[in-house]
């Protein structure tokens, strides 16, 4: 039986009728067409499907769609402050490099800024525990560590507008 | 890597989630965070006929600290909600440093500290630490409530006392006794995202110099988190030194019941058992000096 759902994403309203074993990966991806948000693992290992529900990093993969009813999602393509602007943490991750193959990108960047919501001057130490459910194959860690210290050197002076909900 | 098909009810009542347990049957599985069970059925390991979500049932996220009553932590409340609660970290470090120990970021966001418990991993992160404070598990069921100490919780991997038809609603934890301490320590291999290799819960009362009372519980050895009594009876009722933890520690590799598979072999468990005594006692000692 499908339940019928109502949410947001990237502060849009959505209406829908789902099945209830749908994960909230495949709703963003296949029904919403929102296919920033990747899908590596399907088990919570690798980070790739990272979004935020109420403001809290998760895992997509691991979400029913079904149970996102009444709540509020950011995926990387509502990161970005307007179309023309991109987020600080998505600069700083084109200037340090912190991009090879892309895959692992969108989750980074989602798990970034849910730690510096929390922690606006994080260590080395606390970037990389932030980072902890995510793999980049290409390993680069050490850049993407990098952007989001500069990232969130540049948030601290210059507090980014968020999307409206 | 679909899931299969299952029916799904989000009760916001306790009630009403135990008269839907009832009414789907034995196949039915309750959800909390889903980081176990979700990857279970994309595994096929299980197929639930009907999926009742406990997230919507308010009273099931609840954390409660009372110095009379001690620590509840609700079914639904999840490992970041433990982690970073301020009462628990101040009253139960060792509560709060095992739920920020478990799994990653996102899965912690997700996943529930008691999802950890009833999930019955032989390695479930927060299980040696609250055995060792002794923890109890509120279970709910048709015929009402009942208490079980998480110590007689676990039956075997995957295992536990839970019945068909009961829901687990909360853990309660008494109020530490004082000049006590508890510390949790685990190993494994890529640091601390993945499923531990060892790891050690104690809890220690402290009487002068002596050690008046002592549980030591032991994860990832055994077929459920070990009791570690003969470590303890070593410990009971000596004068706390350097000499005694040497030994403890060595007392506790030899209770330790490890088996050899892809996370280390049973050796290197055993060994590591010996460090992760050594170290927690020392930390439940310091814990017990900062009171």
């Known amino acids: 039986m499908k339940h019928q759902i109502h949410f947001t994403v990237n502060g849009d309203h959505y209406s829908l009728s789902v099945d209830p074993w749908r994960t909230l990966n495949e709703l963003l991806r296949e029904d919403l067409n929102l296919t920033g948000t990747k899908l590596g693992c399907g088990t919570g290992d690798c980070g790739a499907c990272t979004v935020l529900v109420d403001g809290k990093s998760v895992n997509s993969c691991l979400t029913l769609a079904v149970s996102v009813n009444g709540k509020s999602i950011r995926t990387v393509e509502g990161l970005a402050p307007s179309g023309e602007a991109l987020h600080p943490i998505q600069e700083a991750f084109i200037q340090t490099g912190a991009i090879q193959c892309g895959f692992c990108t969108a989750g980074m960047e989602m798990s970034a800024l849910h730690l510096l919501n929390h922690n606006p001057a994080p260590s080395e130490k606390e970037i990389r525990e932030g980072l902890s459910g995510h793999l980049c194959r290409c390993t680069g860690y050490n850049q993407i560590v990098e952007a989001i210290s500069g990232a969130a050197e540049k948030m601290r002076g210059n507090p980014v507008e968020e999307v409206k909900k | ?291």
Not at chain 2, 133 to 144: C, D, N, R, T
Not at chain 2, 152 to 161: A, D, I, L, R, S
């Open chain 2, 1 to 291: 890597m679909r899931l299969p098909h299952f029916d799904y009810a989000a009760p916001t009542t306790l009630e009403e989630a135990l008269r839907l347990l009832a009414e789907k049957g034995p196949d039915a599985r309750v959800l909390a965070g889903g980081t176990d069970l979700i990857i279970r059925m994309r595994h096929g390991l299980v197929k639930p006929s009907a999926i009742i979500h406990l997230g919507g049932i308010a009273v099931l996220r609840v954390i409660t600290y009372k110095l009379k009553t001690g620590l509840s932590i609700g079914a639904a409340a999840t490992l970041a909600e433990v982690a970073g609660h301020p009462d628990i970290r101040r009253r139960y470090p060792a509560v709060a440093y095992a739920a920020g120990e478990t799994a990653n970021v996102q899965v912690r966001n997700l996943g529930t500290v008691g999802g950890n418990l009833c999930n019955a991993a032989p390695s479930a992160d927060n299980a040696p630490t609250l055995m060792a404070l002794g923890a109890e598990m509120v279970l709910a069921g048709p015929q009402g409530e009942r208490r079980v100490a998480l110590e007689q919780f676990f039956k075997g991997p995957g295992q536990t006392v839970l019945t068909p038809g009961e829901i687990l609603t909360a853990i309660q934890v008494p109020t530490p006794p004082p000049h006590s301490g508890a510390a949790y320590q685990q190993v494994s291999a890529r640091g601390r995202v993945d499923i531990c290799a060892a790891s050690v819960g104690a809890a220690v009362v402290f009487e002068g110099e002596n050690c008046k009372d002592i549980r030591i519980f032991l994860g990832a050895v055994g077929p459920t988190p070990l009791r570690a009594l003969l470590t303890e009876d070593l410990v009971r009722g000596k004068a706390w030194a350097p000499e005694l933890i040497a030994q403890a520690g060595e007392k506790a590799a030899g209770e330790a019941r490890p088996i050899t598979d892809m996370r280390a072999s049973a050796d290197y468990r055993r060994q590591m058992v010996g460090v992760l005594t050594r170290r927690a006692l020392l930390e439940a000692q310091k814990r017990a000096g900062k009171r």
